[in-house]
């Protein structure tokens, strides 16, 4: 290419605090070369109609394209998350403005603490004062690469104060570690992600008045990951759905989706093995895992776990015969969940060891008779 077919490349005006750039021009400046620019910028908006992107935002198009894949990992790690589509310009966010921009803040839904850590607490029901503190760690969510923040707050059963004891607060934190979600966890944009959570969770309970074993830390999948850890770590009572304790299955069999690989310096197995290795087996609350043997996170459940932690936890191991991918865990062992976040309230034991529940079969498979 000769000097004069060279792209010529506009830099933007700097000092901006809202800038609009197409994609290529975004990355041939480099995304710490604009930043230096506009040291304040909150809103980025980039212009991918060059790939004819139609509907797809950036990170559909992350999935597609290895460069696009990298700049939204980049931009993830320098406190970017994506929040708007329109006519092929995906709009990111920079997280200390989230709780400017974002109307669950705004009005009053979702509160933010001083580590800017957005979070809800829904009171008791009834009027009731505070007994209880169950805290609700979100999901993947069902649209995973959604334009919508909420991809990082996924309401997961968002009715459970009706099925847990009288008193029950309900505390669930917004997780902005990475491009879809950062598992609660350390990442390279957010060192300090694991002290904040657990800053936020003792700070909350002792304001309403609650002592750490009047404490539940629940969730599935990614949020199965951050009650296990965050539980064991702060020695919380856990009820853990099918943790993802591994980052091996969706990085190879699924291209990396959760985005992992570029945005935590450690895998999640060298995490929990050394987490499940180190811990302090005098300060372990009680602690359940539910599992499936029909998931593919199973073999991982199985073997990363270290001791003490290993022979301290009580496996709920489901043999649904309507599980047959890893988000069906959480959906057909809701009951299960329930049963040991009750028990977990009321300090019913909860004992150690690998329990087969839910080993069903379909009718079509037995003798009885259709009614």
Not at 118 to 128: C, F, R, T
Not at 265 to 278: A, I, V
Request: glycine share 6%.
């Amino acid at each position: 290419m000769t000097t004069s077919q060279k792209v010529q490349v506009s830099s933007p005006a700097p000092g901006k605090t809202d800038l609009q750039v197409t994609l290529g021009e975004l990355q041939t400046l480099g995304i710490d070369g604009l930043l230096a620019k506009n040291p304040d910028l909150k809103i980025l908006r980039v212009d991918h109609a060059a790939l004819n992107s139609g509907d797809l935002n950036l990170l559909d198009l992350a999935m597609k394209f290895p460069h696009v894949r990298a700049t939204m990992i980049s931009l993830a790690n320098r406190g970017f998350f994506v929040y708007m589509l329109k006519e092929q310009t995906t709009s990111l966010v920079h997280f200390r403005h989230i709780a400017k921009l974002w109307k669950r803040v705004s009005d009053g839904n979702c509160r933010v603490d001083d580590n800017g850590l957005i979070y809800s607490l829904e009171v008791p029901l009834a009027g009731h004062a505070p007994a209880h503190l169950l805290v609700v760690f979100s999901s993947i969510a069902d649209k995973i690469r959604t334009s919508s923040l909420m991809r990082h707050f996924f309401q997961n059963y968002s009715t459970v104060q009706k099925y847990v004891p009288a008193g029950t607060a309900v505390l669930r934190i917004a997780d902005f570690g990475g491009v879809v979600g950062g598992f609660y966890l350390n990442s390279y944009g957010f060192p300090d992600t694991e002290s904040h959570v657990q800053s936020l969770i003792a700070r909350v309970t002792e304001e309403i008045g609650l002592t750490s074993d009047q404490v539940v830390l629940y969730g599935t999948s990614k949020g199965g990951s951050a009650s296990l850890y965050h539980g064991v770590l702060g020695g919380y009572r856990v009820v853990s759905v099918d943790p993802i304790l591994a980052d091996e299955h969706y990085i190879k069999r699924f291209r990396d989706c959760h985005f992992t690989v570029g945005t935590f310096p450690e895998d999640k197995r060298d995490k929990f093995e050394r987490l499940s290795s180190t811990t302090d087996s005098a300060k372990l609350a009680p602690t359940a895992i539910i599992c499936s043997d029909r998931s593919p996170q199973f073999p991982y459940i199985a073997t990363v776990l270290r001791e003490p932690l290993k022979s301290h936890v009580a496996y709920f191991n489901s043999r649904h015969p309507d599980i047959k991918v890893h988000p069906d865990v959480g959906v057909k062992t809701r009951s299960i969940a329930i049963m040991l976040i009750n028990m977990m309230f009321y300090r019913l034991p909860v004992s150690s060891g690998m329990y087969v529940v839910d080993d069903l079969k379909h009718r079509e498979d037995t003798r009885i008779p259709s009614q």
